[in-house]
């Protein structure tokens, strides 16, 4: 039989799919231990039980200065930002993308000015955040709006242009006002295209949530990075990333799960990765 | 399989060159040392550039390559990581990083100690008892915060009275300009430049400390215990151009001229940041002050701030975790682990003509 057309049982495919990360592992492992045969307090390639440890003191163990338990205030605060900044894009997109999408007068008015807009690296504006919003919270989440917020909006308005002529004109012959074909016939079908805006958003997010902790910040998962970073701490910084990568996952997981369970229909042609 | 065998390729390729270490004891020709961008540094890179530094390599049959690294701790990580042989560093980054890494280190050069460069400022307010209750601005964990846990000392308050916010050096001077910070604790040039601004009131700066922030040339000790001719002829490059930078004549104008260049700023923005750097510009004075009664106690300070800062290395059990070893002999901290070690005896030498 050809290769294209064999497939890995339940049991291979878990494996296979385990083999790359039990290999990483294992490399940094070898690494890691042959730059600590020479140097035992080696801080690049720290060995697992001293990430494990580092983990589990940032965890559960009450800082020395502040008596917090830094892993959980820094994930709080950090989601915190990250939620609010996403909701604030995921109404803008839903909003803005209804209007740029269904009506032309708002799309010519709009749609270019958005597309130009978009286009800015988020991060080249931080300063003028700074003086606008000051230090604070606001000037973070904004990061997040404006790294997010205009490619969730286009997504999401080209998600309306998609939708069928016939199906508006349809419902257009059938007598119905603006209001009710955006509530009834534009929302259900754009509404899980916006959960995949926000699930790609959430991409981005990520990056510039990170970023603006690592400049002005007292709590939070980049801040943290970035703080420890002054002195090498490697067996801190590399169990934060890979939570952070786990809380990623985690989140991009629900909304998938969110979006099969309430748009059943829209995930009926197959399934995607 | 396929992706099994790349991600393993992947991972090869990115670990092995962390695996194979350069701190490897032997002898060796070619040195590399790093430098960042500090007042009391800036002579490394002119050393580099005016060739003096060739030519005390060629003395000593060697080669020395003096690299300027733009960011300074990642200048220290890449000292502690092996790639480099030596690197300039404060004493308390020193004991921090390399040190509570394990890298064993030592002061070859003890250049000068900040006699003002660092600095806490106030907006709108000029005594630093009004600091009470403020949100700070600063590098958490670097000189900017020791200077700051050293100020409150001297007025009876602890850093629990107020907060310290992580910022960015970078962007320090534009965070002045926002309406809610206060205060900030920074370093020169920031420091100079936000103290320029109408309401900026400085408080206290490391003058109040004098010899506690220390600016040093640190290299590895294996290193140099392999290698006595490369410390001699750091050494002697040294203090070649200290003599002719302290001059008045053309060619020391000359020489601080082309490090304000380099720094940006000119000659008479550089001839202000060098006074308020205490410079040894003898080595017999480098010698004397690492000889001083006050350095254990000193290095005894900084590592009682690393430990309450929960830097001092993980797992650190007290602040005498790291041990610190001094001219005299005595060591401060554990003795079987001695990371780092004042050691004059390279600048003895150049102060005795020697090299």
Redesign the interface.
Do not use: Q
């Given at each position: 039989m050809r290769i294209i057309n064999r497939k890995p049982s339940r049991v291979t495919a878990l494996a296979?799919g385990a083999?790359?990360f039990v290999?990483?592992i294992i490399?940094?492992s070898?690494?890691s231990h042959?730059?600590r045969l020479?140097?035992?307090?080696?801080?690049?390639?720290?060995s697992l039980e001293?990430m494990g440890?580092?983990f589990w003191?940032m965890a559960a163990i009450p800082?020395?200065?502040s008596g917090d338990l830094l892993l959980w205030v820094d994930t709080i605060d950090s989601l915190w930002r990250l939620g609010t900044g996403m909701a604030v894009s995921t109404v803008m997109a839903l909003s803005l993308g209804i209007a740029i999408g269904f009506i032309p007068h708002v799309r010519s008015a709009l749609a270019p000015y958005l597309a130009t807009f978009s286009l800015i690296p988020p991060i080249t504006i931080l300063?003028i955040l700074?003086?606008t919003f000051?230090?604070?919270e606001v000037a973070k989440i904004a990061l997040i709006v404006i790294g997010t917020a205009p490619v969730m909006i286009r997504s999401t308005a080209q998600a309306v242009l998609d939708i069928p002529r016939e199906m508006i004109i349809k419902a257009e012959t059938l007598g119905a006002t603006v209001w009710q074909m955006i509530t009834r016939l534009v929302l259900p079908q754009v509404l899980p295209k916006l959960i995949t805006a926000l699930r790609l958003g959430l991409v981005p997010a990520w990056i510039f949530l990170i970023s603006a902790e690592?400049?002005?910040?007292?709590t939070g998962l980049g801040?943290r990075i970035?703080?420890v970073?002054?002195?090498?701490?490697m067996?801190?910084i590399l169990p934060y990333v890979l939570w952070i990568t786990l809380l990623a996952f985690l989140l991009d997981r629900l909304l998938l799960l969110l979006s099969r369970r309430a748009f059943r229909w829209h995930h009926a042609g197959g399934d995607a990765l | 399989?396929k992706?099994?065998a790349k991600?393993?390729l992947i991972?090869?390729a990115l670990?092995?060159p962390?695996?194979i270490?350069s701190?490897q004891a032997e002898e060796k020709k070619d040195f590399k040392v790093c430098w960042s961008i500090y007042v009391g540094w800036m002579p490394w890179g002119y050393l580099q550039d005016s060739g003096i530094m060739k030519k005390w390599a060629d003395k000593y049959g060697i080669d020395v390559e003096i690299v300027q690294i733009n960011d300074y701790?990642e200048s220290?990580?890449q000292y502690?990581?092996g790639e480099y042989d030596g690197c300039s560093m404060t004493n308390m980054?020193a004991l921090?990083?390399p040190a509570?890494?394990?890298?064993d280190t030592t002061a070859l050069i003890v250049g000068d100690y900040s006699n003002g460069n660092d600095g806490i400022i106030l907006k709108d307010k000029t005594d630093l008892a009004e600091i009470k209750g403020q949100s700070v601005?600063l590098?958490?964990?670097?000189v900017s915060h020791y200077l700051l846990a050293r100020a409150l000392d001297t007025v009876g308050l602890s850093?629990k009275d107020l907060?310290?916010?992580?910022?960015?050096d970078a962007?320090m001077i534009?965070?002045y300009?926002?309406?809610?910070?206060t205060s900030v604790v920074t370093w020169n040039p920031l420091l100079s430049e936000i103290e320029a601004q109408p309401n900026a009131t400085k408080v206290f700066d490391s003058a109040g400390i004098p010899g506690e922030i220390i600016d040093i040339m640190m290299v590895n000790t294996e290193t140099l215990a392999d290698n006595p001719d490369f410390g001699k002829a750091l050494v002697g490059a040294w203090y070649e151009l200290m003599s002719i930078m302290s001059s008045d004549t053309d060619a020391g104008i000359a020489a601080r001229t082309a490090m304000a260049e380099a720094s940006g700023t000119d000659l008479a923005g550089y001839d202000a940041q060098l006074a308020t750097t205490k410079m040894f510009y003898t080595p017999a004075e480098a010698v004397e002050f690492s000889k001083a009664a006050e350095l254990p106690a000193t290095m005894k300070f900084v590592a009682e701030f690393l430990y309450?800062?929960?830097?001092l290395?993980?797992?650190a059990p007290s602040p005498e975790f790291v041990g610190v070893s001094f001219p005299d002999g005595s060591i401060y901290g554990d003795a079987n682990n001695v990371k780092l070690r004042f050691d004059p005896s390279y600048m003895q030498m150049a102060a005795d003509g020697a090299l």
């Open positions: 296979l083999l790359p290999a990483t490399v940094y070898v690494a042959y730059r020479e140097n035992p307090a080696d801080k690049l390639l720290p001293s440890a580092a003191r800082d020395r200065r300063p700074f003086i000051g230090l604070g690592a400049i002005a910040s007292t801040y970035f703080l970073r002054r002195y090498l701490a067996d801190v | 399989m992706s099994f991600a393993s991972a090869a670990s092995l962390l695996s270490s701190a701790v220290i990580n502690t990581a980054d921090s990083i509570g890494g394990g890298v601005n590098v958490e964990l670097s850093e907060t310290v916010i992580n910022t960015s962007d534009a965070a300009a926002t309406a809610d910070v309450d800062k929960g830097i290395g993980e797992g």
